[in-house]
Every structure is written in structure tokens, then in C-alpha cells.
């Protein structure tokens, strides 16, 4: 059982930036992709990223492309979501999601392909 914390949601005013953290314990990232998603009160979860457990791989939604960036600290055993120029839009509940996996290059952008997630952290963007 993986058991995923993520951390760094916030208010944060328009324009500006959060980086949110992914923590898994008690295994390492090794052998598994992750991905980010948000959620907002009865709305569906939406991709937001996904990078591959080799780090080589990455992608991103569309409403988020260029400006959110997606990386992994092998030696922290933590993946990152950096998020700069946020929006009204970007308002939301951010889910950590894992997925085992022996493919290196492997990842999804499909919610129902990820095994673990964490209890997700709040962002709120504000005037």
C-alpha cells in the first residue's frame, strides 16, 4: 500500500505561483508514474500532469500546458507541481495519484488508471 501526502496548496493571489509537493511512503517513487489532478465541488477530476517514474516523460492538460511544470526528487521521494501565472480557473482541490508500473516511460492522463491517491490540497487563486 502506497500511501501519497501532498502539501503546498494555498491562497495565492492571480499571477502568481504555488508549488505543490507529492510525498510517498512507505515506498519509494520507484517503479511507479504519478499524476496530478484537480477537482472542484461537482465537477469531474481533470488530468492536470503526469510524469513518467524514469522522469523522462512528462505531459499536461491542455488548460495548464506551459504554465505548470511537473518534476520528481528521486533523493526527496517527492514529485513536484510548480504552478505559475495562476487563474480564477485554477481554483480547486489538487489530488496526487500514483500508479505502479515496470515500464519506465509509462504514465496517463486517465484517472482511472492511477492505484494510490492522496486526500488532496487546496488552492485557492484570489484577487
Known amino acids: 500500500q502506497v500511501r501519497l501526502v501532498e502539501s503546498g496548496g494555498g491562497l495565492v493571489k492571480i499571477g502568481g505561483s504555488l508549488r505543490l509537493s507529492c510525498t510517498a511512503s512507505?515506498?519509494?517513487?520507484?517503479?511507479?508514474?504519478v499524476g496530478w489532478f484537480r477537482q472542484a465541488p461537482g465537477k469531474e477530476r481533470a488530468f492536470i500532469a503526469a510524469?513518467?517514474?524514469?522522469?523522462?516523460?512528462?505531459c499536461y492538460g491542455v488548460s495548464v500546458k506551459g504554465r505548470f511544470a511537473i518534476s520528481r526528487d528521486a533523493d526527496k521521494n517527492t514529485v513536484y507541481l510548480q504552478m505559475d501565472d495562476l487563474n480564477f480557473d485554477d481554483t480547486d482541490v489538487y489530488y496526487c495519484?500514483?500508479?505502479?508500473?515496470?515500464?519506465?516511460?509509462?504514465?496517463?492522463?486517465?484517472?482511472?488508471?492511477?492505484?494510490?491517491w492522496g486526500k488532496g490540497t487546496q488552492v485557492t487563486v484570489s484577487t
Open positions: 512507505p515506498y519509494t517513487f520507484s517503479n511507479i508514474a
Open positions: 510524469i513518467s517514474w524514469s522522469g523522462r516523460r512528462n
Open positions: 495519484a500514483a500508479k505502479a508500473t515496470d515500464n519506465s516511460a509509462d504514465f496517463n492522463i486517465h484517472s482511472s488508471t492511477y492505484n494510490y
